[in-house]
């Protein structure tokens, strides 16, 4: 969890931007649940 409040979270959400629509859409709905 310490990842999440970290460069972990960070890079999750860069991702959810950058990724492909499929794994955006797969990323972000990840980044709001989890």
């Known amino acids: 969890m310490d ?3 970290g460069y972990g ?3 999750q959400i860069n991702r959810c931007f950058t990724s ?3 794994r955006r859409i797969y990323l ?3 980044f ?3």
């Open 3 to 5: 990842g999440w409040f």
């Open 9 to 11: 979270r960070l890079e």
């Open 20 to 22: 492909n629509a499929t």
């Open 28 to 30: 972000c709905v990840s």
């Open 32 to 34: 709001y649940f989890l």
